[in-house]
């Protein structure tokens, strides 16, 4: 294909094509690439202008001279798109989007979402709070998790939330016992776990028996005749949430499947469901992984919904944020071995955990482009400064790099800064979320003082 074409129907630039597309003084063209002969689109939002990496119209060399680096940058035109992508399919069928909050819950980015009017999945009494001072709703939240606390059912009770998704019968009996003091009656759905191997990775796979997740499908049935007892439990939702990072359709519209038996044996005592919660779990593109988009997925399940009265929610969280948002590190030093040779940057894994904890393969880009030289690009592993072996971001990656030079680490915007932590008295990375020309910092970056402010010597 020759190259412009290319530019014009892909996405954003690895280094080797736009050299070649500088040459053909394509400099503005902004949308292309090829990595090892695979051609992809990641991140329609994040492209070179004038040799430079952009969010949107803001080159983020910009931001990393104002923000400093390491930082985390979003595109609220990427939210917005990514999340309209649901809401287009969805058109015409009775449905309500909830954003999986823990996928990224900083309240600036909540907040483009609930102006789209997007409703939130939560899983603790302190996402709700994030919600509600992003301008969400409390009557479009979904309370999920196995582990909801008295308090945190109280607040949730307190505030109406939608529907509590409930995992065990304990907790059935807790929130009813709670509801019952409070003289109210609390909105539920059961979380079926259907035993369904979504095919992902084991630590974010959570469909199977051996998850901790979830009421076990053959039980479901008579754990919801149970409940229908309790006074202060009104049963509304059947629920399932079966992984994460998933690449096909097929296991959504088994777990649908599934549900949809329980749903109609309900009905056939009497029990009558109004909602069915498909959960979240839709995959991304992080490299040249092929991927159903969300309209492919919810044509397919919608045609399971075809005559019946049913709310269908969907709980995206990744496939709505993740290709949202880059992570910004600059290069501290080369160095250069006999096996290997490392980029040291200034970001680790306590900043973006991915590539450590799930082996995650994430893109690293150049912010720059370096003026077409002859290619000297050079294969590193893009390792942070902390006192682990598992502290990389990416191995074996041919950048064309010096000292000083920023590096983009692409389709961030979801798992990562909210899985972030001070290890090594590390300060966490300020968030930017980036508007057409305008930046706003949505979080601050950490300083030793606020990170120390909580600890104290002891009084002997
Ligand atoms: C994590 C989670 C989601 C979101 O999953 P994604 O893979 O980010 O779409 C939705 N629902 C529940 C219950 C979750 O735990």
Known sequence: MHPLDAAKRDSYCDQRTLLSLIKLSLDSVSKLIEVDGTQFTLMKH???????????QVPLTEIATKYGTPSFVYSRAALEENYKAYEKSLAGCKSQICFAVKANSNIGVLNVLARLGAGFDI???????????????????????????????????????????VESPAELDRIDKIAGEMDVIAPVSLRINPDIDAGTHPYISTGLRDNKFGIESQKAYEIYKSASALRNINLIGVDCHIGS????????????????????????SGVNISHLDIGGGL???????????????????????????????????RSIAANAGIFLTRVEYLK????????????????????????????????????????RSTRFDVVGPICESSDFLGKDRDLMIDEGDLLAVMSA???????????????????????????????KREDIDTLLQLEDLPSF
Do not use: H
């Open 46 to 56: 994040f492209n070179y202008i004038s040799g430079e990496l952009c969010a949107e």
């Open 123 to 165: 899983v603790s009494g302190g996402e709700l709070n994030r919600v509600i001072r992003a301008g969400g709703q409390p009557s479009n939240v979904i309370f999920s998790g196995l582990g909801k606390t008295a308090q945190e059912i109280r607040y949730a009770l307190d505030l109406q939330i939608k529907c509590f998704n």
């Open 245 to 268: 990072q998933i690449t096909s359709i097929a296991p959504f519209l088994d777990s649908i499947d599934l549900m949809l038996e329980i749903v109609d044996n309900l009905t056939e």
């Open 283 to 317: 995959g991304v593109r992080y490299g040249s992984e092929s991927i159903p988009s969300p309209e492919e997925l919810l044509n397919a399940v919608m045609q399971r919904f075809v005559d019946r009265d049913l709310t269908l929610i969907v709980e995206p969280g």
């Open 336 to 375: 250069f071995g006999t096996e290997k040779n490392f980029a040291v940057v200034d970001g680790a894994m306590n900043d973006l955990i991915r590539p450590a904890l799930y082996g995650a393969w994430q893109k690293i880009v150049s912010v720059a482009l370096k003026s077409p030289t002859p290619s």
């Open 413 to 443: 915007g979801a798992y990562g800064f909210v899985m972030s932590s001070n290890y090594n008295t590390r300060p966490r990375s300020p968030e930017v979320l980036v508007d057409d020309t305008e930046v706003y910092l949505v979080r």
